[in-house]
């Protein structure tokens, strides 16, 4: 039996978060991320995250030898999130475009985060959430990126990849130094990614109160 490639079948939760959500009992992915919970499933963001962006970071070739021969396929780095408060990133692989765009989108909404956002630059002092609160490092593969937090209207000062990665995840003013092999595309995204995961887990002034 066919299925039409224009007909969306309906989703079935596989997971107790997931049949949560799809009764409505939690309504937020705040909750979820607040309890360390992980996502296992893309469509508990696509109903928590209505209108959430995907953006592809990277698209290369690649090849890996087989006993049938050379196996060359595609591989998509892509990056979604809400513009606000939410990002994640994600890789994925297929003979087409298509599945291994699918593929990247879904692994970076399995990897979605909150973005930490404050007003953490001396030059600054406005107390507006539109950069970070304080300096944090990320790393993966050979590259390693420190972001610092910047003043209002300085806008992301960093390569495409920041730009596309910081704003989905609502960051307006952030500076951006790397180092490493960063012309790879896709350790860059994610050693941002990874750098916005340790800010989550960063024990800020503003945490003493109370």
Known sequence: M??????????????????LVAEGKIKSLEEILRRGIPIQE????????????????????????????????????????????????GKGKG????????????NAKLNLIKVRKGCGS???????????????????????????PAP???????????????GLGGLQDVRVFSKGHTRNRMNYAFALHDALRNLLVMNLPQDWRG
């Open 95 to 106: 003979k087409e475009f298509n599945i291994a765009l699918a593929d990247a989108v879904r």
């Open 122 to 148: 001396w030059e600054c002092g406005c107390g507006r959430p539109h950069s970070i609160a304080a300096a944090v490092t990320g790393a993966s593969g050979s590259v390693r990126v420190t972001l610092l």
């Open 2 to 19: 066919y299925e039409d490639a224009g007909v969306e079948r309906e989703w079935v939760p596989k997971t107790w978060v997931g049949r």
């Open 42 to 89: 893309p469509e508990i963001v696509d109903i928590l995250v209505p209108g959430i962006k995907e953006e592809v970071v990277e698209v290369i070739r690649v090849q890996r030898q087989t006993d049938a021969g050379e196996l060359t396929q595609l591989r998509v780095v892509a990056a979604v999130g809400d513009g606000m408060n939410y990002v994640g990133v």
């Open 152 to 166: 209002r209207k300085l806008g992301i000062v960093g390569n495409e990849t920041a730009k596309i990665v910081l």
